[in-house]
């Protein structure tokens, strides 16, 4: 479970995920705008937010990965945005 110090602007860049996502869903190429999103998150938890930098990132994918696991078969282009926007998340910050 994560604070409350930190819900917030993890809900906010997930939040901005899947309205690109969404976007995906409709045909539009998302792809440069999901990792500007990603680098914008991981950029805010290390420099805004008062609580630990990997914490936020750890709940972050773990945000985007539940959602790409409960995405319908009927909407591959969103969960396939969705898997793209976790993976940009570096492997070093989910420690």
């Not at 930190?6 to 901005?16: F, L």
């Not at 045909?27 to 008062?50: I, N, P």
């Amino acid at each position: 479970m994560t604070s409350s110090s930190i819900d917030a602007p993890i809900r906010q860049y997930v939040e901005q995920i899947q309205a690109l996502a969404t976007k995906a869903q409709q045909g539009e190429d998302v792809a440069s705008r999901l990792k500007q999103t990603v680098r914008d998150a991981l950029h805010h938890f290390s420099v805004v937010v008062v609580a630990d930098e990997n914490e936020c990132s750890r709940e972050f994918s773990r945000q985007l990965n539940l959602i790409v696991d409960i995405t319908p078969d009927s909407q591959p282009a969103y969960r396939q945005a969705m898997q793209q926007a976790a993976s940009y998340i570096p492997k070093s910050s989910l420690k």
